[in-house]
């Protein structure tokens, strides 16, 4: 396991000599976040990251994430272009160092949450969903919070009106579209590519979402076989939705080698319905088991890049939503805790 964590280049408030401090952390995960999505990536801003995170004793492995331009997802004639200039980014992130692409096939939103600040009892705050909250949203007129900023309301209309055609099944040729095109390009330089999963893993005012669940994993892997397709195993994701089994999901696709990346958190479930709030990352903080999860991964051959996913806000940070540094430090602990106990005893 290369325990890694999450960095927002020279723009984010947490420095690298910080996340090198951070014990047994070896590597950022990291993009490029000042170019409009689908464009390509400077061979020169990718260098830099990687100079950055080499001098504070970090490495640059993966990339979270390249995104995928909306035209692909909605098979648009000018998804070509935009297939090029991602494979040009593929071969740039190969070119740095990358080995493992995160990535996601989400249309218009690739997370969603009703409250970036939810009041846990110990005083912290962290992302939640209410579905109570959710079904008083207004699809005409969204306010997101997390996503005022990414799109007018028009051209969120316009987006939504444009997937009204799409559905389940367009989306997903749509992506085997995309990864037969992309894969032979990973397999040629190095990389592989992992999906991330939907989040939360349903359907949201009517888009259709495709990677939630083990049967969507199933239809992934037999359409695009090539090992270069993978996944991110992303428990707070998969987590959210009540019939996933993820212990069994873990132990599953690790074993069929396709996990080359995952994200540790926990979700607390907060009502009968669909409602979950974030947690700390140990077992007792939430819904999941994370002990069971990562003694699935393990014991089943996964030895790939793992890092802390969302955190509370504590000890008083105002961290970006999910992103500061004290709770995900906190996560890096007990992650990397779990994996040492169970790769070292767990077999015993
Ligand atoms: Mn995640």
């Known amino acids: 396991m290369k325990l890694t964590?999450?960095?927002?280049?020279?723009?984010?408030?947490?420095?690298?000599?910080?996340?090198?401090?951070?014990?047994?952390?070896?590597?950022?995960?990291?993009?490029?976040?000042?170019?409009?999505?689908g464009e390509?990536?400077?061979a020169s801003s990718l260098e830099r990251l990687k100079s950055l995170a080499n001098a504070a004793g970090l490495q640059f492995e993966v990339v979270e994430s390249i995104p995928v331009h909306e035209d692909i997802k909605l098979g648009k004639p000018t998804r070509d272009k935009y297939i090029e200039n991602y494979i040009h980014n593929i071969r740039a992130v190969a070119a740095a160092g990358v080995k493992c692409v995160c990535y996601n096939f989400m249309p218009v939103f690739d997370w969603l949450r009703t409250t970036l600040k939810?009041?846990?009892?110990?005083?912290?705050?962290?992302?939640?969903?209410?579905?109570?909250?959710?079904?008083?949203?207004?699809?005409?007129?969204?306010?997101?919070?997390?996503?005022?900023?990414s799109y007018s309301p028009a051209e969120l209309k316009q987006l939504l009106a444009e997937y009204a055609g799409v559905s389940h099944e367009k989306l997903f040729s749509n992506l085997v579209y995309f990864l037969n095109k992309v894969i032979p390009v990973c397999e040629e330089c190095g990389v592989n590519m992992a999906i991330h999963p939907d989040d939360p893993p349903w359907d949201v005012f009517g888009l259709p979402r495709i990677i939630s669940n083990e049967s969507d994993l199933d239809a992934l892997f037999a359409a695009v076989p090539s090992k270069a397709n993978g996944l991110?195993?992303?428990?707070?994701s998969f987590g959210a939705g009540r019939g996933n089994d993820l212990v069994h999901m873990?132990?599953?696709?690790?074993?069929?080698g396709r996990i080359y990346f995952a994200h540790l958190r926990?979700?607390?479930?907060?009502?009968?319905?669909?409602?979950?709030?974030?947690?700390?990352?140990?077992?007792?903080?939430?819904?999941?088991?994370?002990?069971?999860?990562?003694?699935?991964?393990?014991?089943?051959?996964?030895d790939g890049y793992v890092r802390p996913d969302h955190g509370r806000n504590i000890w008083g940070e105002d961290g970006k939503p999910g992103y500061g540094l004290f709770d995900r430090a906190l996560g890096s602990a007990y992650i990397n805790g779990l994996f040492e106990a169970i790769e070292k005893y767990g077999n015993r």
């Open 250 to 256: 873990a132990g599953k696709y690790a074993a069929q």
């Open 266 to 302: 926990n979700v607390l479930y907060t009502d009968d319905t669909d409602s979950f709030a974030e947690t700390g990352h140990l077992s007792a903080d939430g819904s999941l088991d994370m002990a069971a999860i990562v003694r699935a991964l393990v014991k089943n051959g996964f």
């Open 40 to 42: 390509k990536w400077k």
């Open 118 to 149: 939810h009041q846990n009892p110990d005083g912290s705050n962290s992302l939640a969903y209410s579905h109570e909250d959710f079904l008083k949203v207004n699809p005409d007129e969204l306010h997101l919070p997390g996503w005022d900023e």
């Open 232 to 236: 991110t195993f992303c428990t707070g």
């Open 5 to 37: 964590f999450r960095w927002y280049g020279e723009d984010d408030s947490i420095k690298l000599d910080y996340i090198k401090q951070i014990p047994a952390t070896s590597g950022v995960v990291t993009a490029v976040y000042d170019v409009p999505v």
